[in-house]
């Protein structure tokens, strides 16, 4: 049996390199751990349940309980702006060009 090696990365576009993903990739990660940072940070402030949250955006406390201890594999950045919108606030997004690779 190979022996298994151990990487460590420290953000979405060294994930994707490690994993021979495309970069595309790493930036949809980067956006949805921007969202769900934030969310996390808004739920533990205001001190909202999981249960309230759930019930504002119209979707089940298990979802919203997986999403907040981070299982996000089947969550689209749609949703996390959802839950962001029923706490009343809005996501702006920036789109800048990245530096020429050469």
Known sequence: MPKTKFIT?????SLAEALDLEP???QEWRLQHALLSRLLRIVRTE?????ELA??????RTRVTAILNGQTLHV????LVRLLA???????????????VA
């Open 9 to 13: 990365v420290n953000d979405p576009e």
């Open 24 to 26: 595309a990739e790493a």
């Open 47 to 51: 001190g909202i349940t999981h249960a």
């Open 55 to 60: 019930e504002r955006a119209g979707t089940s």
């Open 76 to 79: 689209s950045s749609d949703m």
């Open 86 to 100: 029923a706490l009343g606030y809005r996501v702006k997004v920036s789109v800048s060009r990245e530096k020429a």
